[in-house]
């Protein structure tokens, strides 16, 4: 599946931002989608995550402050960005495959940039 990401841009803190990625097809029956992000000499880490069924979970520094939803008839999945934080900058990567840790048979889109700062 090809996943396209939209919507990064630069915000002022406190600011937000929304985010979408649109998948190519159905997401393969079972997969989960979610948001990675890599700050600048990080690693990359999880921010949000929808699983087939429609269980969420979010990273504990986002919790609160964004929001994921999931469309399964457009093959959408969006983050809203509330309340965002310096801390916050980054490349945010949509991703979709099976539960479980990230593997080859993960499928990656090619990333949006989402800068905070005042």
């Known amino acids: 599946v090809h996943l396209v990401e939209s919507g990064g841009g630069t915000v002022q803190p406190g600011g937000s931002l929304r985010l979408s990625c649109a998948a190519s097809?159905?997401?393969?029956?079972?997969?989960?989608m979610g948001w990675y992000r890599r700050a600048p000499g990080n690693e990359r880490e999880f921010v949000a995550g929808v699983t087939y069924a429609g269980r969420i979970q979010y990273a504990d520094s986002v919790k609160g402050r964004f929001t994921v939803s999931k469309d399964i008839t457009q093959n959408t999945i969006d983050l809203q960005m509330n309340a965002v934080r310096l801390e916050d900058t980054g490349v945010y990567y949509c991703a979709s495959g099976p539960p479980g840790p990230i593997s080859s048979f993960w499928s990656w889109g090619q990333g949006t940039q989402v800068t905070v700062s005042s």
């Open positions: 097809e159905a997401i393969e029956s079972g997969y989960v």
